[in-house]
């Protein structure tokens, strides 16, 4: 079957660096993707990795071992306005379509 | 530009009512996908449009659910006669896909309470 996993939660102060894992094992394999939501709102595209490596978008990282079928997003510098849940999401080709296939979400606690 | 943009925001109906749930995609965006997270599961795929065409509704839970994407711009999502088990966030999310994969961008939800 398709699953993704991830932790349930991290905790974390202001100023460090957490990463959030994730191992995937779908039919499918396009590419993985990350999004943040904050509570009650919309999720929001950070990144997507299709091949091998690590992809750095300003204090967002995400990195992917298809091999592993594993990545992970790194949050650097972490501030306040982190706190989010965040979800890998593998994009999946599915029935000749282009659906995505989520993990179940890591929220993330930012403290002063 | 305009995000995508769902409404309403919030349905509260009774067991065995109609809902019907409607999505305006980011303008020009031919994909169009519903997705729904029932309370403490993970967000999953309902269907994927693209322009007026159903290309995967795999994910459709049972025949009480319909889609439609008439003119290939709005979709609406109807749920008859809903049941307790349809309570969730349904999402819809839109792409252009021309190219270099650019993600998928998502409306706020509509949150669906059925009593």
């Known amino acids: 079957g398709q699953s993704l996993e991830q932790p349930s939660e991290v905790t974390a102060v202001e100023g460090a660096i957490v990463q959030i894992n994730c191992t995937y094992q779908?039919?499918?394999?396009?590419?993985l993707s990350w999004y943040q939501q904050h509570d009650g709102g919309a999720p929001t595209f950070l990144s997507y990795?299709?091949?091998?490596g690590l992809e750095e978008t300003g204090r967002f990282s995400s990195f992917l071992s298809r091999s592993d079928s594993y990545g992970y997003l790194l949050l650097q510098e972490l501030q306040m306005k982190d706190s989010a849940s965040y979800f890998c999401a593998v994009r999946d080709p599915g029935a000749a379509g282009n659906k995505l296939t989520f993990g179940g979400g890591t929220r993330v606690l930012v403290k002063p | 530009e305009a995000g995508v943009t769902q409404f309403p925001s919030h349905s509260v109906i009774e067991k065995g009512q109609t809902v019907t749930l409607r999505c305006d995609p980011i303008s020009g965006h031919d994909n169009l996908y519903w997705y729904r997270r029932v309370m403490g599961k993970e967000i999953k795929f309902l269907l994927h449009f693209v322009k007026e065409s159903k290309q995967d509704e795999s994910g459709m839970p049972n025949n009480r659910f319909l889609a439609e994407r008439t003119g290939g711009t709005y979709s609406t999502l109807k749920v008859q006669p809903a049941e307790l088990e349809d309570s969730g966030v349904y999402f819809c999310a839109s792409s252009q896909d021309l190219g270099q994969y650019s993600g998928q961008f998502f409306g706020p939800g509509t949150r669906l309470t059925v009593l």
């Open positions: 990795n299709a091949l091998d």
């Open positions: 779908t039919s499918g394999f396009y590419g």
